[in-house]
């Protein structure tokens, strides 16, 4: 006895043999049918298949986009009625400063064209102006107005101190503006802890973020530039890289570019505040950014200066006192055309 044929089998046959073509449509829409079923049938169920009475709207709203990686930074722009610090650049007629520091560069703000570079590759100890990338991670993080609380391995370096003590509360943006004016090596341990949960960890995380950012001949032991744990680094060309990566956002701009304010303690007690950058008391167009100093480092200074749309950033390692001031005004001047 032959096998017993299904409906599909035998709407394929009669659909060979068909000729008329209204006969070929019915058994087409019979196929279809046959065909259909076979798929719900395969897929267990069709009880969860859209019908008349639950089917959505054609107007439903779009999936909201995803969110950003936890870890992928968002950096704040300027508003469109502020130039801010990318605006337009200016290239120098004339030659550049005589330099004596080690290594110097000088580069466009808004694009990082180079204007000037003397072993801007070399790699060199960095000192304090580091802070600025300690600064770039805390500011990228947010979370400005909630409070830290000071604990006793914060306070353990020398020799640049607030003073602040353990058990002592802080708002996180209020420590950040001060170790940017200040320099203050409790305050960036304090910091640093608070953001990753240890100086080591943090280290590790600011090396990370250089790497993202370009700077590709840096890496760092600390969040403040002291030469212990040994073995860090950066260069003249990195540290304008991040220069500019910190421009992008109001709290550091805010900060650097302050000449002076007063700390107060958690108990009350207040104390003047002073910013390190000399060059910001003597060049008008200076907006700030971040000194250093070290035995090993030598005199350090990373500097920017705005003029009439005009954007540069000069840094300056390993230099003496005091040509680290006059040689970071001259190189400003000299990249801003004035």
Not at 15 to 18: P, Q, V
Not at 91 to 97: H, L, N, S, V
Not at 222 to 235: A, I, K, M
């Given at each position: 006895?032959?096998?017993e044929?299904?409906d599909?089998?035998?709407?394929k046959?009669i659909?060979?043999?068909?000729s008329s073509?209204?006969?070929?449509?019915?058994v087409?829409?019979g196929?279809?049918t046959?065909?259909?079923?076979?798929?719900l049938g395969?897929?267990g169920?069709?009880?969860?298949?859209?019908?008349?009475?639950?089917?959505p709207?054609a107007n439903y709203?779009?999936p909201?986009?995803p969110a950003p990686p936890?870890?992928?930074?968002?950096?704040a722009?300027?508003?469109?009625?502020n130039?801010?610090f990318?605006?337009?650049?200016f290239?120098?007629?004339?030659?550049?400063?005589s330099?004596?520091?080690k290594?110097?560069i000088?580069?466009q703000?808004?694009?990082?064209?180079?204007?000037?570079?003397?072993?801007a590759d070399t790699k060199?100890?960095?000192?304090?102006?580091q802070?600025l990338?300690?600064a770039?991670?805390?500011?990228?993080r947010g979370?400005?107005n909630?409070?830290?609380?000071v604990?006793a391995?914060?306070?353990?370096?020398?020799?640049t101190?607030?003073?602040i003590?353990s058990?002592?509360?802080?708002?996180?943006?209020?420590?950040?503006?001060?170790?940017?004016i200040?320099?203050?090596?409790?305050?960036a341990r304090c910091?640093?802890r608070?953001?990753s949960?240890?100086?080591?960890?943090?280290a590790?995380a600011?090396t990370?973020?250089a790497?993202q950012l370009?700077m590709n001949?840096?890496?760092?032991t600390?969040?403040?530039?002291?030469?212990?744990?040994?073995?860090?680094?950066?260069?003249a060309r990195?540290l304008s890289?991040?220069?500019a990566?910190?421009?992008?956002?109001s709290?550091?701009?805010?900060?650097?570019?302050?000449?002076?304010?007063?700390?107060?303690?958690s108990?009350?007690k207040?104390v003047p505040v002073?910013n390190t950058n000399k060059?910001?008391g003597?060049?008008p167009y200076c907006?700030?950014m971040k000194?250093?100093?070290?035995?090993?480092?030598?005199r350090?200074?990373?500097s920017?200066a705005s003029y009439?749309?005009r954007n540069?950033?000069a840094v300056?390692l390993?230099?003496?006192t005091p040509q680290?001031w006059?040689?970071?005004?001259?190189l400003l001047?000299?990249?801003l055309?004035v």
């Open positions: 006895m032959e096998p044929l299904s599909l089998e035998l709407s046959i659909l060979e043999e068909s073509p209204t006969s070929r449509r019915r087409l829409g196929l279809f046959a065909t259909g079923s076979l798929f395969g897929c169920t069709d009880s969860n298949l859209p019908t008349a009475a639950n089917r709207s709203p779009a909201p986009a936890a870890s992928q930074p968002v950096l722009n300027y508003p469109d009625n130039p801010g990318f605006n337009s650049g290239d120098p007629k004339t030659q550049p400063p330099v004596t520091a290594a110097a000088v580069v703000a808004n694009t990082g064209k180079v204007l000037y570079a003397r072993n060199r100890a960095a000192a304090s102006t802070k990338l300690m770039l991670l805390i500011a990228e979370g400005l909630q409070n830290v609380t604990q391995s914060d306070t353990y370096c020398e020799p101190k607030m003073g003590q058990g002592q509360v802080y708002q996180r943006g209020y420590l950040l503006r001060t170790v940017l200040r320099s203050s090596n409790d305050i910091l640093a608070d953001h949960g240890s100086e080591s960890a943090f590790a600011m990370r973020r790497k370009g001949n840096s890496y760092f600390n969040s403040n530039g002291l030469p212990s744990p040994p073995g860090q680094y950066s260069t990195d890289i991040l220069a990566a910190c421009m992008r956002h709290a550091i701009r805010d900060a650097v570019k302050t000449r002076s304010t007063t700390f107060e303690f108990n009350g207040t002073t060059v910001l003597t060049f907006t700030g000194t250093g100093y070290t035995n090993a480092a030598g350090c200074l990373v920017s009439q749309g540069v950033i300056i390993g230099s003496q680290v006059s040689e970071s005004q001259a001047k000299w990249g055309g």
